[in-house]
């Protein structure tokens, strides 16, 4: 299949547009023509991801986060940035990021972490939105639908402890922070995954609890003395899951053969 097809059906799925403004995401290296046989999936694209792609000869790499994020002045040997750039391009290998268009796309990462917790009620999306758009690739106009923010309405409200353990063993993850009394009861669950605190504040009156990751201590500080509750899975943690996405998500319409990269923590517990 060719790279080009992959990213018009990539295109349908994650419309780039409604990525957020500071992000980069799309094709970030490489060739659309050459045709696509072996492909990896990774939340980061690190050395290990790397050199498994060269060992594997993967033709290519779809990371959530975008391997390249900001301005670069130069690639060089000299830093470890510089190094991956110039093994992917040496060795051919395209790399395809989808970062905030995954999170905020219905039946994106929001969604798919949600999806995971297997919560019994109903969802809310905060901010919908939707639109017509361009695809140059299939020269079609498709219907775009996203939002910010998962809201479940839980059937019949649960304690806060029995939430995080419930988090806990649907993520595969050993623990979380939380913010709140553990012996609270919640009903209605927000979740933005990643670093999604900027989201809390305008979800904050249509929430019991706001699940998301990389909590600053003021942000966290501030909920308390509010009254608020918050569950910080980690930003890792509640991103993982992104290979297993795109995995089911490329299986729809690739047939080639399909590499699940997962990397280690990067916090360690002492």
Known sequence: MKLWEIIGELHTIFNPKIAENWDNVGLLVGDNTKEVNKVLFCLDVTEKVVKQAVDNNVDLIISHHPVIFSGLKKITNETVHGRKLLKLIENKIAVYSIHTNSDFAINGL??????????????????????????PIKNKVERVHSGLARIKILNEEMRLEDLLERIKDSLGISYVRYVGNKDAYVRKIGLVTGGGSSFMYEVADKIDVFLTGDLKYHEALDALEEGRILV????????????????????KFFNGEMIRHFEDEVFKLG
């Open 110 to 135: 929001n969604d798919f972490i949600m999806d995971k917790l297997n919560l019994d009620g109903g969802e809310i999306i905060f901010n919908e939105h939707e639109f017509q758009d361009y695809n």
């Open 232 to 251: 910080d899975i980690g930003h890792f943690e509640s991103e993982y899951l992104f290979v297993d996405m795109m995995e089911q998500k490329m299986a």
